[in-house]
């Protein structure tokens, strides 16, 4: 099996791996690899066997903005401090770079803003199984206030109440009631949409444009 776990935002440490995703439904697009801890979790609570990874789905203005804090931080040019400052009131002269720079990157086309999907076999044949909210757009990510500290509040209920309390640092899937936390979860957000298809999804692949070409490394239910 393998596990993709997508998220709608997140920050570029190293330059960001293009993954062109095809997801059931017809729903086609590209994100971009962020080093989010899932992978390796995931990869020690649900076991597959195959790859990892949570990508950003962001347009590609954000992208290229993002991909230049990037590499002035690696040339020594930005610090964290500085660069963190600059997410939250983006000078003229970067918009406007960034917006020339845009082109070179691939956006997210009609890819859900928040989804997780899964690939493997299912009685020896190929299957795609997506997961995302319901709703178009989701009402949870209107605001990334809400669809940070929803989640967390309701997880920090079941530890509160004993549900996922157990000794020890865990992730967590690992820990939570899942079919509860769905349940909890439906007084904010109008559910979840299982989808399943033959298809599968695509490798990531290194970018090819003007902008991003070099060597790179590294978001949900």
Known sequence: MRILALGGAGAMGAAAVRAAVALPGGRAGTGYTVGDPEPVTLSRSLAPTGNAACLMVVTRGTVAFLDGLRRDLDRGRLDNESAASLLTGPPLGRALTAGVRAAGFR??????????????????????????????????????ALATGVPLALGLAQVLDGTARRPGVHPPEAVIDAARFFRDLE??????????????????RRPRGRADRRASTARRR
């Open 187 to 204: 007084q904010y957000s109008p559910g979840v949409v299982v989808e399943e298809a033959a298809a599968r999804w695509g490798r990531p």
């Open 107 to 144: 956006g997210p086309a009609s890819l859900p803003p928040f989804f997780a999907v899964a690939t493997g076999r299912r009685d020896g044949r190929p299957l795609t199984v997506l997961a995302r909210p319901a709703g178009d757009p989701p009402r949870l990510l209107a605001d990334m």
